[in-house]
């Protein structure tokens, strides 16, 4: 558990909540660390660790500027810049809100109390035509003629592949289909000449 390398900071790295920090490694950026902290009495290590509460908007990127001893010059800063000004931009802000809220009112009213006028058929013309899909009957029955001739086209192909094994797995195995082959009578029977097979056919049919 790390306390927080700030002056007057109580905060511990395992107890509260904000967020740590370790000092930056580039040497410059590390030494206007240290120039901010204003700790003559001790100097950071590699362990040295400080909390979120002493950056702006807890960005580490701003570096610790927000200490104890700065409190009252920093509200005081912020309550001079923040005066009339804000308080007037605020008041600006407020009346631009106000002023498109009643506009948006105002242009919603109007738009209930005008009556909505429908266009006449001799100005629509075919409009009407392009946009209802089912204004022709004719159109969902050429869409599902043409799907369903395609349907009809790959089921036949597939039929007839079909019908194409199922006549080549009908045809019976006889010894007339390897004649003369001895390549295939050595696939099929594992005797190396169609010699030597009629020979020992011969043999055993005796």
């Known amino acids: 558990m790390v306390m927080c390398f700030a002056p007057d900071c109580k905060h511990y790295s395992e107890r509260d909540r904000c967020r740590f920090f370790v000092f930056p490694s580039d ?38 500027t927000l200490f104890e001893h700065n409190k009252t010059k920093r509200f ?24 498109m809220r009643s506009t948006s009112h105002a242009s919603s009213h109007l738009h209930a109390k005008l009556p909505i006028s429908p266009i006449p058929c001799w100005e629509r013309g075919n409009e009407e035509e392009e946009d209802d899909p089912s204004y022709s009957e004719d159109t969902p029955a050429i869409n599902f ?20 094994k199922l006549e080549k797995l009908s045809i019976s195995f006889s010894y007339a289909h390897i004649q003369g082959n001895d ?10 000449t169609e010699e030597i097979f009629m020979n020992l056919f011969n043999l055993m049919d005796s």
Request: glycine fraction near 4%; proline fraction near 4%; charge should be negative.
């Open 76 to 99: 005081s800063d912020l309550s001079s810049a923040s005066g009339p000004k804000a308080e007037k931009s605020n008041i600006q802000i407020l009346e631009d809100e106000l002023s």
């Open 183 to 192: 390549a295939h009578i050595l696939l099929y029977t594992g005797i190396p």
């Open 27 to 64: 040497e410059v950026e590390r030494k206007r660390w240290i120039a901010l902290l204003r700790r003559e009495d001790e100097q950071p290590s590699r362990y040295s660790l400080v909390c979120s509460c002493h950056f702006i908007d807890k960005d580490r990127n701003n570096g610790p």
């Open 145 to 164: 003629s043409a799907t369903t001739e395609a349907e009809n086209y790959f089921l036949k192909e597939e039929n007839e592949k079909l019908s194409e």
